[in-house]
């Protein structure tokens, strides 16, 4: 047997019953019957039906002792001595059951019944699905690649493995992007796939020491299946970088007389390979003399240049040295820089600082050219030695103001605000003229006591809060909390919610707040049908001398929950009972039958009504629009057709989860077109369908009554300008209300009253006027005869009639 099957484990499991289609090849002359079946099919499933295919009468199985012989294999298969079937016994994997590479794998069985003993040979062939991905035996593959490697080096990578055989086998590889590599597929003997990297470019291991890639192996099947593999290429590094000092010229001073062995400078010089090659050793150049190597020495290893002997001034003011640095890779690279050392002048007394007035604390909103405190300075030497200068930090809101000689005053320059710093760290340095310059400095700490100058601040300026209807009274809508940068009592916030009312409503009947964490809590359950927002302000004030205070705008919004079904109002019936419907066997295709119309009080998305046939009798006899709840003959009637048909229509919403409402139709087939007065439904005197409708349906009712009664007052004017027609019998329920000639016969009855469909089914192809339902007593109806030739233009011509029931 061949079946037509789509790949994949999952599909083959739930779609088994559906996608197999078997069909059987028998050889004549070798008496083999073959099947073929998809692998992992599901324990039970059905083969073949073995007693079909050989002719057998499956009510003697049983009797000649029907037995099935599987040749060198587990029983995967097994037959329903009762039918004939031939069923799966257990999952078959062909991957363990055959070679993947094989490409065919059979099951062989021999099938034996006796009286008369007779022998058939049977062959299931199993067919492949893609049910395995494709694997590398390394996640990870590892390469260590020179960076002096030229541009299209191969490189042999790990081969993907599949299970599966032929087209659900590898079929090809990618490799992330990358600006340095890309990969070459190759084909072995036995049609294997497997990759080679190529180089596509230079490797520069200071740029980018290792590189990360990811190998993806794609199977043919469909949908296809992947397996993927990191591949990770290491840099080996080159001598391809000199040594360099971070500048090519260096100048520093030392004093005279600086201790031997003291560091003059620590030269640093980089080098951008690594191992060996970025080992680093200095030395002076041949251009360096030799008093100046007897005077300062160099480490070889890590660049410190050190006093050797005492440095006199008087003797050599100026000493210039050039310095080598030098790797230790196989062809040395080396890189230079010179050095000059400067020797100056000793200056060996320091300035000295006194504080003879200090205030802290002080308020944050201290004036302008406030003095903070007083300082003098010192200094022994004499000359520019002696020389003086005092400073503090320029980034401060204070300066100092020479009062007299060496003393200074400190002064407030610019506003204080203790919410930005509450604290100065404040250092005074005093530094002589001397070369070089000896300097010495004293800090004291100036603390700012806090004002209230800070309004509270709400994180938002408006906030809008989302409260689902049916709320609990009491729930938590949201914390609406200011922050005040102040201190203490500055600090200490209240919060209020400014009253405002709506509809006569306080603000504070409907939600409250607690007054020392800003958490807003509702006080009643909110119905989205009646109240859908509110806008109110709430406000902050702090605990300060004068208060400050700040409001927040919020705005609730109620969200609609689907807290409403669907409420069917026409065709109108009792609670709970069934509507019954007569139509004529005659009706054309196409015609109404009956209009469902169900009304929604929710939102505009939960209000969204669909329409579906929970059951009918007849599925091909009729057909229900999903959006306006039409029911239409989709073919005429036959004498084949039942008298009575039951439909029941079901009216859901768009809400989450949907609610739904349903509606009971008995449909009843005539063949005559009237019916006597006596047999007419006793028609409810009172009901009132929207009891359960909220305020809006109302307010619409009322609108579409208006409307109506308007007309009605019309059409009685122009009726009493006509002569009176004579009295006709009231029609009774199911009945033909009027039959017209055959100009009418070919028009279309009209109302303009969306409830007279719910009562009257019109047929327009022969100019009748059906009964649907019970209709009030004393009702009237205005019906208009438009002919099909003119179309429904406002030129048309058109007849009207009264329908007029008795009181």
């Given at each position: 047997?061949?079946?037509?099957?789509?790949?994949?484990?999952?599909?083959?499991?739930?779609?088994?019953?559906?996608?197999?289609?078997?069909?059987?090849?028998?050889?004549?002359?070798?008496?083999?019957?073959?099947?073929?079946?998809?692998?992992?099919?599901?324990?039970?499933?059905?083969?073949?039906?073995?007693a079909l295919d050989l002719g057998l009468d499956a009510k003697t199985l049983a009797r000649r002792k029907l037995r099935l012989d599987v040749i060198a294999n587990k029983r995967y298969l097994e037959i329903n001595k009762e039918t004939g079937e031939l069923f799966v016994a257990e999952t078959i994997d062909r991957e363990y059951l055959c070679n993947s590479k094989n490409p065919s794998c059979f099951l062989k069985m021999d099938l034996t019944i006796e009286n008369p003993i007779r022998l058939f040979n049977i062959e299931v062939e199993i067919m492949d699905i893609n049910d395995n991905a494709p694997n590398f035996r390394r996640d990870t593959m590892h390469l260590d690649i020179s960076e002096s490697t030229t541009s299209g080096e191969r490189f042999s990578l790990t081969n993907a493995i599949d299970p599966d055989f032929g087209s659900n086998s590898v079929k090809t590889y990618y490799v992330s992007e990358s600006e340095h590599f890309d990969i070459e597929i190759q084909t072995g003997r036995d049609g294997s796939k497997f990759a080679d990297l190529i180089l596509k470019k230079a490797l520069d291991r200071e740029q980018q020491p290792v590189h990360n890639l990811i190998l993806t192996a794609v199977d043919g099947g469909v949908p296809t299946r992947t397996?993927?593999?990191?591949?990770?290429?290491?840099?080996?590094?080159?001598?391809?970088?000199?040594?360099?000092?971070?500048?090519?010229k260096y100048t520093v001073d030392v004093m005279e007389n600086s201790p031997i062995g003291s560091l003059v400078i620590k030269l640093n010089a980089t080098d951008l390979d690594e191992g060996s090659n970025s080992d680093i050793v200095y030395s002076y150049s041949l251009y360096t003399s030799e008093r100046t190597q007897n005077m300062f020495s160099l480490n070889p290893e890590n660049g410190e240049i050190r006093v050797k002997e005492m440095i006199n001034y008087e003797d050599l003011r100026l000493y210039e040295m050039e310095v080598i640095a030098s790797d230790k890779g196989p062809n040395s690279l080396s890189g230079q820089c010179k050095l000059t050392i400067q020797v100056t002048d000793m200056n060996d007394n320091h300035p000295e600082i006194s504080i003879k007035s200090f205030h802290s604390p002080i308020k944050e909103d201290t004036a302008a050219d406030t003095v903070i405190a007083v300082v003098s300075v010192n200094d022994k030497d004499s000359g520019d030695n002696g020389v003086v200068d005092l400073h503090i930090p320029d980034n401060m809101p204070f300066t100092l103001r020479e009062s007299s000689d060496n003393y200074y005053e400190l002064v407030v320059s610019e506003p204080l605000d203790r919410e930005k710093v509450p604290e100065y760290e404040i250092t005074f340095t005093v530094t002589d003229r001397g070369s070089p310059p000896l300097s010495d400095n004293e800090t004291m700490t100036?603390?700012?006591?806090?004002?209230?100058?800070?309004?509270?601040?709400?994180?938002?300026?408006?906030?809008?809060?989302?409260?689902?209807?049916?709320?609990?009274?009491?729930?938590?809508?949201?914390?609406?909390?200011?922050?005040?940068?102040d201190l203490h009592e500055n600090q200490y916030l209240v919060y209020f919610i400014l009253e405002k009312e709506i509809a006569n409503t306080s603000m504070s009947m409907l939600f409250s707040i607690n007054p020392e964490n800003g958490n807003l809590y509702a006080?009643?359950?909110?119905?989205?049908?009646?109240?859908?927002?509110?806008?109110?302000?709430?406000?902050?004030?702090?605990?300060?001398?004068?208060?400050?205070?700040?409001?927040?705008?919020?705005?609730?919004?109620?969200?609609?929950?689907?807290?409403?079904?669907?409420?069917?109002?026409?065709?109108?019936?009792?609670?709970?009972?069934?509507?019954?419907?007569?139509?004529?066997?005659?009706?054309?295709?196409?015609?109404?039958?009956?209009?469902v119309i169900a009304l929604d009080t929710d939102s505009v998305h939960n209000s969204r009504i669909t329409y579906q046939f929970l059951q009918v009798t007849d599925a091909t006899l009729f057909s229900l629009d999903q959006y306006n709840g039409e029911i239409r003959t989709m073919r005429m009637f036959s004498y084949r057709d039942p008298r009575h048909q039951r439909l029941v229509v079901v009216a859901k919403d768009n809400g989450d989860p949907a609610l739904s409402a349903t509606v009971t139709i008995k449909l009843s087939t005539v063949e005559t077109a009237v019916k006597a007065y006596s047999d007419m439904t006793e028609v409810p005197l009172e009901y009132d369908i929207f009891s359960d409708l909220n305020l809006y349906l109302v307010i619409g009712l009322g609108s579409v009554s208006f409307l109506l009664l308007i007309t009605?007052?019309?059409?009685?004017?122009?009726?009493?300008?006509?002569?009176?027609?004579?009295?006709?019998?009231?029609?009774?329920?199911?009945?033909?209300?009027?039959?017209?000639n055959s100009t009418i016969a070919d028009s279309t009855l009209v109302s303009n009253d969306a409830y007279w469909y719910s009562l009257?089914?019109?047929?327009?192809?022969?100019?009748?006027?059906?009964?649907?339902?019970?209709?009030?007593?004393?009702?009237?109806?205005?019906?208009?005869?438009?002919?099909?030739?003119?179309?429904?233009?406002?030129?048309s011509d058109s007849a009207a009639s009264t329908l007029q029931y008795p009181k």
């Open positions: 047997m061949i079946m037509d099957f789509k790949s994949g484990h999952r599909l083959w499991r739930r779609y088994v019953p559906l996608f197999i289609l078997l069909c059987v090849v028998v050889s004549t002359t070798s008496a083999v019957m073959h099947y073929s079946i998809p692998e992992e099919m599901e324990q039970g499933s059905v083969v073949a039906n073995l397996g993927t593999a990191s591949i990770i290429v290491r840099v080996l590094d080159v001598n391809d970088n000199a040594p360099s000092f971070d500048k090519d100036l603390e700012l006591l806090d004002v209230n100058d800070n309004v509270p601040q709400f994180p938002q300026s408006f906030y809008t809060i989302r409260v689902m209807e049916n709320n609990a009274p009491g729930a938590l809508l949201s914390s609406l909390t200011a922050f005040d940068p006080l009643k359950t909110f119905d989205y049908e009646i109240e859908k927002e509110f806008l109110f302000h709430i406000e902050a004030r702090d605990s300060g001398s004068p208060p400050l205070s700040n409001n927040v705008t919020v705005h609730i919004i109620i969200v609609d929950q689907n807290d409403n079904a669907p409420v069917i109002v026409s065709p109108w019936r009792a609670h709970g009972s069934v509507v019954e419907e007569k139509i004529p066997r005659s009706t054309d295709k196409g015609s109404l039958v009956a209009k009605i007052l019309v059409t009685i004017v122009l009726k009493c300008q006509k002569p009176k027609p004579s009295k006709a019998a009231p029609p009774c329920r199911n009945s033909v209300i009027s039959e017209r009257f089914l019109a047929e327009t192809r022969k100019g009748k006027l059906v009964v649907r339902q019970p209709v009030p007593k004393g009702s009237r109806y205005i019906v208009s005869s438009i002919p099909r030739s003119t179309g429904m233009s406002e030129t």
